[in-house]
């Protein structure tokens, strides 16, 4: 059932879900139905999740947006058509990516960035284009699943099979004006909705009420990340560290700015890795298996350094299948004599609620061969998986792997894993709405 509005902040709306933003910190709703039944929304019915709402979104326009942005980005913007959306990705000079995002093509010298950080605005304030930045303070609801469709043409009352992968226009819902946008990098069937926060809670009511009669569910922050894992897509600041924390530059920038949506807070090291390891917690292109982003016909930076990765690349992205023997150990040690192992939370390890540079070491034969991080338990498969980048000759299916869970210095569980299919949620992949 629908829990009751309250107020907040001076009188602030508030509803379940929606991101509280003052002095730099944000509340969010952890569970709704529970996790369980909240994991298995986007299997097997749909899910509404605004745990991105907030001011994330940039928008840049002038005669020089373009150029300034194919500076920044990795990707190729001359055949970027208005109207259009893709994956974005901002490297760093070592190619280390320091954000990413989705970007849209609002008109020849408008573009609008959805959960980049700072790193676009930061730039920005480097260069001397003729480009205008505006930070905007918009909901952004997701609803993905089966049923996403349905639920959003119940809820806008028009037919919105029209609306094509990475496409967007405007509709009706609730009486306000808000954008829909088509999505789901994971490949499954997803839509976003984006628009004034002024009016998110009548858009997010009515799409809950659309969506009674094909089980909506609200999906929580805390299993927000088992989407990501299952579906086979990197999550910033928990599978990986953007690699700002390694640009002076960038810290200096944003100590004092207001925290757009990956902020200049130190994040939260774990795992069997040395924490002086930096390295381990972040990530190339290559290595999230996104090199296909990556156009070397412009200039941009980190282009030096990925085009000499792209000649030999070392590293690949897999999913990891823990073996639930060892897993079961794990808890059983909690009601042994002496010390236990460290915990292994549900449905995502380390918890999804902050910033979390996890890596854990993936050996072979007590050689280290990868990093494992974002450790999910998938209700849906009943198994504990996680996303591991490991050297290309150890990334065959079905090879069996060692992950030393555990943190830095202290007890550790050698767990059995073997190398499954990426991603690991083939189920209605690409699926089709005409």
Request: proline share 5%; with cysteine.
């Amino acid at each position: 059932m629908p829990r009751t509005p309250f107020t907040v902040l001076s009188g602030t709306p508030f509803y379940p879900d929606y991101p509280i933003w003052a002095v730099g910190a944000v509340a969010r709703q952890q569970e709704f139905n529970g996790w369980q039944a909240e994991s298995m929304s986007w299997k097997t019915g749909c899910y509404i999740h605004g745990g991105l709402s907030g001011p994330g979104q940039v928008r840049y326009h002038g005669p020089d947006a373009e150029r300034f942005l194919s500076g920044v980005f990795v990707n190729n913007f001359s055949r970027f058509r208005i109207g259009r959306a893709k994956h974005a990705i901002a490297c760093n000079e070592q190619g280390l990516i320091v954000g990413h995002g989705v970007m849209q093509r609002l008109a020849d010298d408008d573009f609008r960035i959805f959960v980049s950080g700072a790193w676009g605005l930061y730039q920005h304030s480097l260069s001397e284009f003729d480009v205008q930045q505006e930070v905007q303070n918009n909901y952004l609801f997701q609803v993905a699943g089966p049923h996403s469709l349905a639920v959003l043409e119940a809820a806008s009352g028009e037919t919105l099979a029209d609306v094509s992968f990475l496409g967007f226009r405007d509709i009706m819902v609730a009486g306000r004006r808000c954008e829909i946008m088509r999505i789901g990098m994971a490949g499954t069937l997803a839509y976003e909705l984006h628009g004034p926060i002024s009016d998110g809670p009548a858009v997010y009511q009515a799409v809950v009420d659309a969506g009674e009669d094909y089980g909506i569910e609200r999906l929580g922050w805390k299993t927000y990340g088992v989407n990501h894992i299952e579906g086979g897509f990197p999550q910033q600041i928990w599978t990986f560290l953007p690699a700002t924390y390694e640009d002076q530059g960038f810290q200096s920038f944003v100590k004092d700015a207001p925290t757009y949506r990956v902020g200049p807070a130190a994040p939260i090291i774990s795992g069997s890795v040395d924490p002086a390891d930096m390295r381990a917690r972040y990530r190339t292109p290559q290595e999230l298996g996104w090199a296909s982003s990556v156009q070397f016909d412009h200039d941009f930076i980190g282009r030096a350094a990925l085009e000499t990765e792209a000649d030999n690349p070392q590293r690949t992205i897999v999913t990891l299948v823990w073996n639930a023997e060892d897993i079961v150990d794990i808890y059983a040690s909690l009601f042994r004599e002496g010390e236990d192992y460290k915990f292994l939370e549900m449905p995502t390890a380390p918890r999804f609620d902050g910033i979390v540079g996890h890596a854990d070491h993936v050996m072979k034969g007590g050689r280290p061969v990868g990093i494992s991080s974002g450790i999910t338990y998938s209700y849906y498969f009943r198994k504990v998986i996680s996303h591991a980048i490991l050297d290309l000759d150890e990334a065959a299916l079905g090879n069996d792997l060692i992950v030393q869970w555990g943190d830095y210095g202290g007890r550790q569980k050698a767990v059995r894993a073997t190398v499954g299919r990426y991603p690991y949620l083939s189920q209605n992949r690409n699926q089709s709405v005409v």
